[in-house]
């Protein structure tokens, strides 16, 4: 076997580093990200201060242009991707917290509390979410960031809950959960020791999965006039759409927004397939 | 007799980041039609990935050089296409885990089909063929219509040997062909082999394993692989009742005979493991591990060499030139 | 001298259900009675389907029987409800298991699960750390090993057999009385099996150690045991010393002997046996191997032999009814 070993010592760091796939897509995101947190400080305008100017074209004073109320769309677009990425951030933490605690619970015990949390994910399964959610989304008081992230979160966990129940429940029965027991390791000890830190890198995974959900998901709620506020991703094209930006022929309203969207919604989705190239075994191409 | 098989200085390694890995270092042997070889020794030696060159090579596999000649057909300069083309025709193989081979949800027909379709040959044809070689082999004609999943180890380990044999292929090459399964389906599956030798459905056999006992049941002739190299050859009988390699001694104590408790006599095994071939030991390969050992051992690497009719030896202490050098 | 510990399987069964509802039901081990005392190694031979590993997992406490029960020096081990009454069970009774690389969090060093067994039972050399590394060192040793070849390694930097042999050093610390190892040897190189199993040997004679060793090697199961009991099917159809499996009584035991391939003999005459596939073959009213058997009787198909005793041996066969 000493031979193979050798053979076998190839580590996810280095199929992370060769993986061309990663570096673009990690690239774009944290681009995104960048664009969200320091483009604010970069123009002097905020996304609702009136500007003189009527559907401008791009020029140096407005990069994107001004929409057919004169709002600044740089401005619009860098404060949206504040808030779009917020609501995306808090609903992705929700539902992997959710779905770990969840699917461990089910995957541990098993039986009726197993066969209840199976159901429910079922349910979720079946009925597709976004439904439940714009029907929640219309009665509710008021939508702010934390709102519609915990309302997207609540609504997505199953996914994380489904896996991380399938791992835990092989776990529970693997070899070296019960060779821990016999070391005279009590269940939460071996919970610690053994299960949470096999669990955790898959938790991140499937952050990051859900993230790319979830903002897909955000900026179709956006769209839809869900939004948290008025100048979120998906509001800027709602509103270039409801206004008539399209005939009117201001397509810098909804071409630069439109682009980030689609940059960021592509680019977390290669991030996922490439992190499970790297992380599943099975997948891994060498 | 006609030679099936001749390698010589054939090599193998494996390319990986820290270096090569030399799993097969300068392997010579032939084999003649209707012989069935045992080819021995621990997990780690080379012996999976010898043979597993002959028929598939993919990387980081690499054939970095020697000669290996099945008949006429040069394995080493084998072009991809030609290589598809002798698979199973001229040369087959069953696989160490060929009981997963077999996924689940195809039938066995549609197996055959495949296999049809890849020769060129009609399904008819291949259909009645595999029916005839079942009933040969003990395996109900029903099987065809069955899926893998529904088939015991034993009767899957047959059906994969039928598969693997339906074209009657000058060598068959089974890599552990009995390790999985159980002691009373062993005997049958090896009797198999055995007798698809002395029918003629198959010119000659390599049977890898790590298990001497079963080898002695049916093999004409072992070769003992250490390290990527070949250390000793000989007729069955003559290696196990008088081992000459101090490896293959110790591999064949390893062995308990029955009626041997261990309040009668104490058994040893072989202890260590084989080295890291990456960076094999100089001299004789075994030197570390050697019980024998001599100051020549550790510096110069013994030659293959004939000894007393037929039996071939890799060790210093029969070699008449020892003393000479050291 | 250690104290004089017993386990006890009286009318052991383990039903699995399968299929939808659970309605397909196979009986994995099948009113198994037996008696195990410390001081001697107690060898359980069967071919896969046996039930030999289900009743390991069961004595080890890791899989619920279905009805009869496991005493532990009079207590059900299955009654015990406390962490505290099973960590004290554990700490007598230990476990090896087959793969030694699925044995060991690959997320943790080799020698942190040693420690932590080590403080788990003896927490009084968590204080103090060079007592606590002597301990593991020469539990290592006793296995053939020296801890400086494990120091901060991972599992899959180690060979199978050095592995095995950690496991088995694990075991150990506790100080148990018995130590359950099923198919220890068979997932390691042939070259190092007979090692392994003298270690067990050894354990039993200069520790005291009683080994419950598990396997389908039917030589190895000679050479390592000082009573053997043969399972076929979930039943124990054969129980004596060694001795019995170089003249056994039992006709499948007899088919056993026949077909495993040994290195001083070659196969000469053909099996009088079906080739019968374990998983495929019927279970019926009378005895489990009548399918099989070439010496069977009429009775044999009707009604479940009684297990009779040879002096020696004991053998669950109508062979040897009297009458």
């Given at each position: 076997m000493s031979w193979l070993s050798d053979v076998r010592a190839s580590t996810t760091i280095r199929l992370l580093k060769k993986n061309a796939k990663f570096w673009t897509s990690f690239s774009i995101v944290v681009f995104i990200i960048v664009l969200g947190v320091i483009g604010p400080y970069l123009t002097?305008?905020?996304?609702r201060t009136p500007t003189?100017?009527?559907?401008?074209?791009?020029?140096?004073?407005h990069p994107f242009g001004t929409d057919y109320f004169g709002y600044d769309v740089f401005a619009e677009t860098v404060y949206g991707i504040r808030v779009s990425l917020s609501v995306g951030v808090i609903a992705a933490l929700i539902a992997t917290i959710i779905g770990v605690v969840l699917g461990m619970i089910a995957g541990l015990k098993g039986g009726l509390i197993d066969a209840a949390i199976d159901t429910v994910i079922n349910i979720l399964l079946a009925i597709p979410p976004i439904l439940i959610m714009i029907l929640i989304a219309v009665y509710m008081g008021k939508r702010g960031i934390i709102e519609m992230g915990l309302l997207v979160g609540s609504l997505s966990w199953h996914w994380t809950a489904r896996a991380i129940r399938s791992q835990v429940a092989s776990m529970k029965v693997s070899e070296y959960v019960s060779m821990s027991f016999l070391s005279g390791n009590s269940f939460i000890k071996v919970l610690f020791k053994d299960i949470l830190p096999n669990i955790a890198s898959y938790s991140l995974l499937a952050f990051v999965i859900q993230l790319s959900n979830a903002i897909m998901t955000i900026v179709t709620l956006e769209f839809l006039?869900?939004?948290?506020?008025?100048?979120s991703l998906g509001a800027i094209v709602q509103l270039a759409v409801l206004w008539g930006g399209i005939t009117l022929g201001i397509w810098w309203w909804f071409t630069f927004p439109g682009i980030i969207i689609i940059a960021l919604i592509t680019s977390l989705y290669i991030l996922v397939v490439s992190l499970e190239e790297v992380f599943n075994p099975r997948l891994r191409r060498e | 007799m006609e030679t099936i098989l001749e390698l010589e200085d054939y090599k193998v390694y494996y390319k990986t980041l820290s270096g090569y890995?030399?799993?097969?270092?300068?392997v010579s042997f032939t084999i003649k039609k209707g012989e069935i070889v045992g080819l021995i020794g621990e997990?780690?030696?080379?012996k999976s990935t010898l043979i597993m060159s002959l028929v598939i090579r993919k990387p980081p596999?690499?054939?970095?050089?020697g000669k290996a000649r099945l008949k006429s057909i040069?394995?080493?300069?084998?072009s991809e296409k030609e290589r598809r083309r002798i698979l199973l025709t001229k040369i087959s193989i069953i696989p160490q885990y060929a009981l997963d081979a077999l996924?689940?949800?195809?039938?066995i027909k549609t197996f055959l089909k495949d296999i049809a379709k890849d020769k060129g040959v009609p399904e008819e044809e291949v259909l009645e063929k595999f029916i005839e070689r079942a009933r040969i082999i003990g395996l109900p004609s029903e099987v065809v219509n069955m899926?893998?999943?529904?088939?015991s180890g034993g009767m899957r380990q047959r059906v994969v040997i039928t598969l693997a044999t339906i074209f009657s292929p000058d060598l068959l090459i089974a890599d552990e062909?009995?390790?999985?399964?159980d002691v009373t389906t062993q005997r049958h599956v090896l009797e198999l082999l055995a007798e698809l030798r002395d029918t003629g459905i198959i010119g000659s056999l390599i049977f890898v394993t790590h298990d001497i006992a079963s080898v002695r049941q049916i093999a004409d002739k072992i070769i003992v692989m250490y390290a990527g190299k070949v250390v000793e050859i000989g007729e069955t009988e003559d290696i196990v009742t008088d081992p000459k390699h101090p490896y293959t001694r110790k591999l064949i104590e390893a062995v308990p005979k029955l009626g041997i408790n261990y309040k009668k006599k104490r058994l040893s095994g072989l202890p260590g493991s084989p080295p890291s071939l990456l960076n094999p030991p100089p001299g004789c390969r075994f030197h570390p591990r050697c019980?024998?050992?001599?100051?020549t051992c550790k510096t110069r690497e013994p030659p293959l060499k004939p000894l007393n009719g037929t039996r071939l030896v890799a060790c210093w202490l029969y070699d008449q030139s020892k003393g000479e050098q050291s | 001298m250690r104290r004089q510990d017993t386990i006890v399987l009286r009318d052991l069964t383990k039903v699995f259900s399968l299929g939808l509802l659970g309605r397909k039901k196979i009986?994995?081990?099948?009113?198994v009675n037996l008696e195990i005392r410390s001081g001697e190694i107690l060898n359980i031979l069967g071919e896969s389907g046996s039930g030999k590993s289900t009743i390991a997992k069961m004595v080890l406490r890791l899989l619920r029987p279905t009805k009869g029960e496991i005493l532990f020096n009079n207590t059900?081990?299955?009654?015990?409800?406390k962490w505290k009454d099973i960590k004290e069970y554990y700490r007598r009774v230990q476990g090896v298991f087959q793969d030694p690389y699925s044995s060991f969090?690959?997320?943790?060093?080799v020698l942190d699960v040693l420690y932590d067994t080590l403080y788990n039972y003896f927490p009084e050399y968590r204080e103090d750390k060079v007592s606590a590394k002597k301990y593991i060192a020469e539990a290592l040793e006793s296995v053939g090993l020296n801890i400086n070849d494990i120091e901060?390694?991972?599992?899959?930097?180690?060979?199978g057999g050095q592995l095995q042999r950690a496991s088995i050093a694990r075991a150990l610390l506790p100080k148990p009385s018995f130590i359950v190892a099923d198919?220890?040897?068979?997932?390691?190189?042939a070259s190092t099996r007979i090692d392994i199993l003298n270690i067990f040997i050894d354990l039993k004679e200069e520790y005291g150690v009683s080994p419950i060793i598990i396997g389908h090697d039917y030589s190895l199961a000679y050479y390592a045991s000082d009573r053997i009991v043969v399972l076929y099917k979930g039943q124990i159809v054969e129980e004596g010393p060694p001795e019995v499996l170089e003249d056994p009584a039992h006709p499948y035991t007899r088919l056993l002997k026949e077909s495993v391939p040994l290195i001083d003999r070659k196969w000469s005459k053909k099996l009088e046996?079906?080739?019968?596939?374990i998983e495929v073959s019927r279970r019926g009213?009378?005895?489990?191997f009548a399918d099989r058997c070439?010496?069977?009787?009429?009775?044999c198909e009707q009604k479940e032999p009684p297990v009779i005793n040879l002096g020696k041996s004991k053998v669950k066969c109508w062979l040897y009814a009297s009458k």
């Open positions: 002097p305008y905020g996304p003189s100017a009527l559907m401008s074209p791009p020029s140096m004073q006039g869900f939004g948290a506020t008025e100048w | 890995v030399r799993a097969v270092d300068g997990s780690g030696c080379g596999m690499i054939v970095m050089g040069d394995l080493v300069n084998i996924p689940t949800i195809k039938k899926y893998p999943i529904e088939l062909p009995t390790s999985a399964l019980p024998l050992v001599m100051a | 009986i994995a081990v099948d009113r059900n081990i299955w009654r015990m409800t969090n690959p997320r943790r060093r901060g390694k991972y599992s899959h930097q180690l060979s198919e220890p040897v068979s997932m390691v190189d046996y079906s080739i019968g596939d009213k009378g005895c489990i070439p010496f069977k009787k009429p009775i």
